[in-house]
């Protein structure tokens, strides 16, 4: 269903020059910045902060309460920014950003702090969405893809720079450190957005869609709790509390769609799901996330307790599987805009994360840690093949108007998939974990109630000071239960390619977003209107420059490209 806007910016069209574009993309770079920094960082510290605020039992809540929220706005993010427009939603998504930050670093209690965190993911997940969207909107779809590479570079800056920084300030500063440098970050992306993101900002015709909004955020939130419970012992699959939120999931969705059927502009169309390239590719999405943010979820730990280093070096050994990820999506984005082609690279990213998969499933104690950086950067390189493609393909598959809807449900969905996958996966691997540690310290000895105690608070550095036959038996327990899981995601990600192979190709579109809508214009034209209002502006014959203020009465945007478009009938 499209979306019937009224904006000023339709009578008077920004002018989206090259000069324009970079601009606009450097305010999406420095938002973009702060939200992935601050996540690799705070990874890093999160033991140090969880026992320094007394919630070491109940520290899965700072994750979960930062996923619930980011995972809840995605939606509200890409709708609202195809009525509203996108400036104002992406301002406040850094202010809110930067704001948490603040309540983080001075948070006194842990229930406190894990409130924070989660207005920190209500900002988040509007920068991921919004800086996808307005990237859809400024660059064609045919040109999109080589602005992927900055883009992945940030992330890959990230993957590098968050462990060591977290690792510092844990060592030599304090945790509050983490959060402290997101201000200066905040305030400077939040000023290079205000003075460069010049977007048009529109007026709602049509009545927003609140109850869907509601449902959905309740389908959501019960999803997450249903699957957060489901993961945890205390609870698990078998508790009435965990199918509890599994029957609040069930009933708020078919409530929701049955409103969203009724609404006048509902807040994720329907008619999305009669598109065969959007559900195919939206599939993709949603497999690969159950496939992809277990094995990402798990590995980590795996390499922290089998070389014995720190969170910060640990998280350095993932940096092969960023180099992966960076240089496919750099790769691919500029392949498809000189080809025009994209089916090839979802079908190649299904290849190689199977691969790579497969080989995991070989993981043992011995496995020389080169070979796990190998088998990463293979299944890295398969990650960057599929992910900003299929963002990309679901883009040029919706009319102009539902580009934000679009990308958020995509995103919504494969977030959807991360829960299930990190929840279900991760309950296997700790169940088979917890007996496999409990025979390694049984098998060394001690009792059955000190076996129990010992894996409660086994650390690295507890195993480094650990006889080397109960240290190598701790190391094959992780690697015995580990292997098993990549196993089990093997289907999904089987899945995921058979979705590739009947991914529709056709052709990308030449017009950005706010071409198509009317509210800027592009390539040539732009860049000659711009030549215009700079020689009306500075005459090269030294003749004073003619007057652009309208006269009054005269409607006006309150920018110079605005005043050209008069000048121009």
């Known amino acids: 269903m499209s979306t019937t806007v009224g904006t000023k910016a339709a009578a008077a ?4 020059t090259q000069k324009r574009i970079w601009i606009i993309f450097s305010a999406l770079i420095a938002g973009m910045l702060l939200s992935s920094l601050d996540q690799t960082i705070v990874s890093t510290a999160m033991p140090t902060i969880v026992g320094k605020l007394g919630g070491v039992e109940h520290q899965a809540w700072i994750t979960t309460a930062y996923l619930l929220a980011t995972t809840i706005v995605m939606p509200i993010y890409g709708k609202f920014g195809d009525i509203l427009g996108r400036r104002n939603l992406f301002l406040v998504a850094i202010a809110l950003f930067t704001l948490a930050s603040v309540g983080c670093a001075f948070a006194t209690d842990f229930w406190g702090f894990v409130i924070f965190r989660a207005v920190q993911g209500l900002g988040g997940g509007g920068l991921m969405i919004l800086s996808q969207a307005i990237i859809a909107d400024i660059v064609p779809a045919k040109d999109r893809g080589k602005y992927m590479g900055p883009l992945g570079a940030i992330f890959g800056l990230s993957a590098v720079a968050g462990p060591l920084l977290g690792g510092f300030f844990v060592d030599h500063l304090t945790w509050e450190w983490a959060f402290y440098i997101n201000i200066p970050i905040g305030i400077a992306a939040f000023t290079i957005a205000w003075f460069t993101l010049t977007l048009p900002n529109k007026k709602a015709e049509k009545r927003i869609d609140i109850l869907g909004v509601l449902l959905l955020s309740a389908a959501t939130t019960c999803l997450i709790f249903f699957t957060d419970f489901g993961g945890k012992k205390d609870q698990g699959w078998d508790s009435p509390v965990t199918w509890a939120f599994g029957a609040g999931v069930v009933l708020a969705a078919a409530a929701f769609i049955l409103v969203e059927r009724r609404a006048e502009d509902p807040i994720i169309p329907l008619s999305l799901f009669k598109n065969p390239i959007f559900i195919n590719a939206t599939a993709i999405g949603f497999t690969l996330g159950l496939g992809m943010f277990a094995a990402i979820a798990f590995v980590p730990t795996f390499l922290q307790m089998s070389s014995g280093t720190s969170a910060a070096e640990s998280g350095l050994l993932m940096l092969p599987m960023m180099v992966g990820l960076m240089g496919m999506a750099i790769f691919s984005g500029i392949r498809i805009s000189k080809t025009g082609k994209y089916k090839m690279f979802p079908i190649l990213g299904g290849v190689l994360t199977i691969a790579a998969m ?144 009947t991914l529709k190709q056709i052709p990308l579109s030449d017009t950005a977003g706010m071409v198509a809508r009317g509210e800027a214009v592009g390539g040539e034209e732009a860049e000659r209107l711009e030549a215009e209002r700079a020689a009306v502006r500075h005459p090269a014959d030294g003749t004073e420059p003619v007057d652009t203020v309208p006269a009054k009465g005269d409607q006006t945007s309150g920018n110079d490209d605005a005043d050209l478009a008069r000048l121009h009938g």
């Open 358 to 501: 497969l080989w995991l499933t070989t993981l043992t104690a011995a496995t020389p840690i080169w070979v796990i950086c190998v088998q990463l950067f293979i299944f890295g390189a398969g990650l960057g093949s599929i992910m900003q493609v299929i963002v990309l393909v679901v883009q040029n598959s919706v009319p102009a108007e539902q580009i934000g809807t679009a990308t958020s449900t995509n995103n919504y969905f494969r977030e959807v998939g991360a829960s299930l996958g990190v929840a279900v996966f991760g309950s296997i691997f700790t169940s088979r974990l917890s007996e496999s540690l409990t025979k390694a310290f049984t098998g060394a000895g001690a009792s059955s109630a000190d076996a129990s105690q010992s894996t409660k608070t086994l650390d690295p550095q507890a195993l480094s000071q650990l006889p080397a036959q109960l240290k190598d038996a701790i190391v094959n327990a992780y690697a015995d239960s580990l292997a098993p899981v990549f196993w089990y995601l093997l289907p999904f990600l089987g899945i995921a390619l058979l979705l590739a192979l």
């Open 13 to 16: 069209p920004l002018l989206l």
